[in-house]
């Protein structure tokens, strides 16, 4: 069974920076893109940034441009974020999720066959 478990959410301040990682368990992916996405209360899923499975092809929101980094570690079948200057519009639910389709710059939540529950990052101002 395919499992995506998020981790490192947490409550901080604006200007500071977390790094969320995503372990996936059941199967190995590292021929398949990982991607970020975040949910914040009464909005939609958006797309945050997503790595192809070798890990030097990226696509990035224009919202997180700049301060935020994917990356990921196909030994450990594990993607990353590392958010930077964060700032209060950046609280939300955030998921990783994994791609089955051929291409792998997909931004639309529907293109994601796999999805992890979610850590909650809080921004306080």
């Known amino acids: 069974q395919v499992q995506l478990v998020e981790s490192g959410g947490g409550l901080v301040q604006a200007g500071g920076s977390l790094r969320l990682s995503c372990a996936a368990s059941g199967r190995t992916f590292d021929n398949r893109p990982m991607a970020w996405f975040r949910q914040a209360p009464g909005k939609e899923r958006e797309f945050v940034a997503v790595?192809?499975?070798?890990?030097?092809?990226?696509v990035y929101a224009d919202s997180v441009k700049d301060r935020f980094t994917i990356s990921r570690d196909n030994a450990k079948n594990t993607v990353y974020l590392w958010m930077g200057s964060l700032e209060p519009e950046d609280t939300a639910l955030y998921y990783c999720?994994?791609?089955?389709?051929?291409?792998?710059?997909?931004?639309?939540?529907?293109?994601?066959?796999?999805w992890g529950q979610g850590t909650q990052v809080t921004v306080s101002s």
């Open positions: 999720a994994v791609s089955e389709t051929p291409t792998w710059d997909n931004t639309n939540p529907r293109d994601y066959d796999y």
């Open positions: 790595i192809n499975p070798d890990g030097i092809g990226t």
